[in-house]
């Protein structure tokens, strides 16, 4: 979906020649050719990492044509090839013998001038069940064997680094590769349970819409002091931060990468955080950790102002595992009720609701008819969290909402909401 933040009457559009997969999200570079380019990955263990080709070129300074540039165009999947022998992808994670894992690839046709190029399948079927059309393209063999796609390790975040060109890949994890009846270890995904995942560096074969690539695994991540198999392009593992799960990607202002991570705890058993990684010279591969979120919560969404010496993050589901009555984080809270940090300026707090005084009855409400109910009489105003979690813009069948109460009222526009 596309939103014109500047024009609150327009529509938001869907993109549909984007493909329909488990989209992390699309991100965006303009060709030398003036072609926009978009690059996606399907968040979903043995799914495929996409590419989108615009029809129409960038027309600078246009932004009426410009934000119809996602309307049309050429849909690819990607196909890696490993350069090492098979015998040394062990399914470890340990490093073939040429010192890195790395190869070629391919962008594997799926739409190409408004016409499908699978089988069987029309350009509208393409678009909507994607991930069947992938699982149909390439070429068949003198031997008979589809020379398809490549199945990933949950390829989160893809990002084009403007800086280079080179297009930067999150796999988050796969902790079935190698199971019973699951494919196992590759060169472009080299382990078996992939718990901590990786990161794929990918160097396009002339611009952005080119059908042909290079390839090489930035790292394999994990913990090397407790004995994790990890690789940092050839960096000492001594001497990184360990980082497990990276989940959404990033760039400063001269180029490094940072990574945010979705793995704790089931991971290395550390908080999630956020990574600075240098990509050129004899530092690259150097993982720095730069902070880490509270327990049980997700990093992710980071921009980097590092000009302005500010960083951005969002900081989801703090203490998650916890419950009412045993909570394990109160983010943003670091000090306990009615205290305040030394040299700050006393600020009152917002309200909460213990489990006590969380009405029992199950129903709905409607803001805009609400009328006053007894179970919140005397209660202080302020905005309270309902309990359990809010997700995605809807109320649902055990979510919560922050609601603001006055007077024993509850006050709000929109949709009501369940389960209070």
Known sequence: MEVDPFDPTSTPKKHSSLGRFKHEGANVIVAASGHVVAYSGDDERF???????????YREGDRKHNMTLLSAGDLYVARFTGNSPASEITGTGTVPADGGFDGTGEWLPLVVGGKSCVAGMSVEEVLVYT?????????????????????????????PSLHTGKVYVACTNNSDRGKAGKEGATEVNPRNANRDGHVVEISETGDQ???AFTWNLLMVCGDPAQGDVTYFSGYPVDKVSPISCPDNLAFDSVGNLWISTDGAPSGIG???????????????GRVEQFLAVPRDGETCGPIIHDQERTVFVSVQHPGEDGTFDAQLSFFPDYVPAGTTPPGAR?????????RSSV???NRSI?????????????????????????????????SGRALLLRHGRFISSGRGLGNL
């Open 209 to 211: 819409t080119s059908t």
């Open 270 to 284: 550390k908080a999630d955080g956020l990574f600075k990684v240098t990509l050129d010279g004899a530092e690259r």
């Open 359 to 361: 009405p029992t009855t």
């Open 346 to 354: 006393p600020a009152p707090r917002a309200p909460r609701w213990s």
């Open 131 to 159: 991930r069947v059309a992938a699982d149909k393209a390439g070429k068949v063999d003198a031997q008979g064997n589809r020379l398809g796609p490549t199945k990933m390790d949950r390829c989160e975040d893809v990002e």
């Open 47 to 57: 799914d495929y990492l996409y590419k989108f080709v615009s029809k129409g070129k």
């Open 366 to 398: 409607t803001y805009s008819n609400a009328g006053s109910d007894p179970a919140h009489v005397g209660a202080p105003d302020g905005l309270y969290l309902t309990p359990r979690c809010f997700w995605g813009g809807e109320a649902c069948g055990d």
